[in-house]
């Protein structure tokens, strides 16, 4: 079993290797330049410059690693020292029960430090790792995509036609309008500004802001370590035999698929407009930000919820399809003719949902649902007029919306009935391959005066834990 003291002692390792490249490129181009200054020469020969060149790249490369190790070793050295602190805290807790957990009354969860009260927020970090090397596999939360230190490495790869695009264009909307002014065509967005673009995605997909993590995918398939059974443990009489319990695991499996969005300005605004770099850069990542939230919530649902129709393939499966296919108890409501609140118990259904998770041992942070929803029960006032105070389990969670969940016809509720989502949403997988395309269409809309931008985008979406979100479809949500 790999264990932390490895995986630090791996990232040491390559962090001294990468620091010794360093020096030694660095050292090669000071004796070439040397060389060259004693010679009375101001540049390089033709097999000097190719040379130089060469250990640029490899100087580049292992700063990279380097850094990447760097930021690795920090985040093992904390969570190695999470857990240090949990095994103390037991110890404590061993000893002195009365006053291990004094003022921090609930329930420990991994990765909880001692004298943190209980997550009840689900903000804490959801630890993924990649099955291939053991390394963090999702960006973490407030951090960069590029920080990632897949995306890093990727970077440095290729760190010289990356510069050579962005000081052609120093922009994605420059590189939109050359495009558009060469009669079409696509290209690669480097890693700094297809970084950029994901950054904003997540911003404003509501999957993302409730806490699913994004995989930088550096394969087509990539594989993640998951819990699937957990240990368990039971009293037994003095001298009688100690029953084993070993945790069990599997592997979460995301596989690349295509996601295509579309955005169309005039000729003019493309040509013309000064913060065009900002706007493209929006207008790709709200359209991949919606395309998420709708395949990550509905992916592979084709009936129900309106006209929804998202098979799989070629979508993903989203959190519905995943609970129906694997979890259908998780899925609440779905009456033949919706589910209307009843006015002494108008938040029923909403908690029933909360604690179905919970039920399960699971931490539901956030919930999601449409405004029209939102906005019903903003209003919702008892018999007196009053609004109704909010029950402290719902208060407890972090409530988003997205309109990219429908409101609906179920049987005779016409157009106002809806689905409402709860989840621990750090156990919903968006992985994310590195490269992200865009193609520029002059032709289709030029009758109009208009271009068009289609970014595609590569990667996958999996509930890691189905049993970590419900469903309480076709409820009344206007």
Same mark, same amino acid.
């Given at each position: 079993?790999?264990?932390? $003291? ?10 001294? $290797? ?29 097999? +000097? ?47 002195? *029960? ?22 009840? $927020? ?57 495009? /558009?002014?060469?009669?079409?065509? %696509?290209?690669?967005?480097?890693? +700094? ?38 240990? /368990? ?16 695991? $599997? ?48 992916? %592979? ?26 979890? *259908? ?10 589910? /209307?609140?009843? &006015?002494? /118990? ?9 604690? #179905? ?33 909010? *029950? ?19 049987? #005779? ?25 865009? +193609?520029?269409?002059? +032709? ?10 289609? &970014? ?23």
């Amino acid at each position: 079993m790999t264990t932390f $003291d490895d995986l630090i002692k791996r990232a040491e390792t390559a962090e001294r $290797d990468a620091g010794r490249t360093v020096a030694e490129t660095e050292a090669e181009i000071r004796a070439i330049r040397a060389k060259a200054q004693e010679q009375g020469r101001d540049r390089f020969t033709a097999a +000097e410059d190719a040379y130089v060149t060469k250990l640029t790249q490899q100087h580049e490369r292992a700063k990279a690693t380097q850094a990447g190790a760097r930021a690795e070793l920090a985040q093992l050295r904390d969570a190695q020292g999470q857990e240090l602190r949990v095994d103390e805290l037991m110890q404590r807790s061993a000893a002195d *029960p009365e006053t291990a957990g004094a003022g921090t009354a609930g329930t420990w969860r991994v990765g909880q430090r001692p004298g943190e009260p209980p997550r009840g $927020d689900g903000d804490g970090p959801a630890r993924w790792v990649r099955s291939v090397d053991g390394k963090p596999a999702a960006v973490g939360r407030g951090a960069r995509f590029a920080d990632h230190h897949v995306v890093r490495a990727h970077a440095a790869a290729r760190h010289h036609a990356e510069q050579a695009v962005i000081g052609q264009h120093g922009g994605i909307g420059q590189q939109v309008r050359a495009l /558009t002014t060469t009669g079409g065509g %696509s290209a690669v967005v480097p890693t +700094e500004w297809s970084g950029r673009i994901i950054d904003r995605a997540r911003n404003l997909a509501a999957v993302l802001r409730a806490g699913a993590q994004i995989v930088p995918m550096d394969a087509k398939t990539v594989q993640i370590g998951r819990l699937t059974g957990d240990p /368990t443990a039971a009293f037994r009489t003095e001298g009688s035999p100690i029953t084993a319990s070993d945790p069990t695991f $599997d592997n979460v499996t995301l596989d690349s698929k295509t996601l295509s969005a579309l955005c169309v300005g005039s000729m003019e605004w493309f040509q013309d407009a000064v913060n065009a770099d900002e706007l493209v850069e929006e207008a790709i990542a709200q359209a991949i930000a919606l395309q998420l939230d709708l395949v990550g919530l509905y992916g %592979s649902i084709t009936t129900g919820a309106g006209t929804l129709n998202l098979p799989t393939p070629p979508n993903p499966r989203g959190v519905l399809g995943a609970l129906l296919a694997t979890a *259908p108890s998780n899925v609440l409501g779905a009456q033949a003719n919706g589910t /209307t609140q009843a &006015a002494a /118990t108008f938040w029923s259904e909403i908690l029933d949902l909360i604690y #179905t998770p919970r039920d399960s041992n699971e931490n539901p942070n956030a919930l999601i649902w449409n405004s029209k929803a939102a906005r019903l029960y903003a209003k919702a006032t008892d018999t007196t007029g009053q609004p109704l105070g909010v *029950p402290a389990d719902v208060q407890a969670l972090t409530r988003y919306v997205s309109n990219q969940v429908p409101s609906y016809t179920q049987g #005779t509720m016409a157009n106002v009935a809806t689905d409402v989502f709860v989840g621990d949403w750090r156990q919903l997988l968006i992985g994310q391959r590195l490269d992200l395309r865009i +193609e520029v269409l002059t +032709e289709r809309y030029a009758e109009n005066g208009q271009v068009g931008i289609v &970014a595609h985008w590569r990667g996958d979406i999996q509930p890691a834990r189905p049993r970590a979100f419900a469903v309480y479809r076709a409820i009344k949500g206007a």
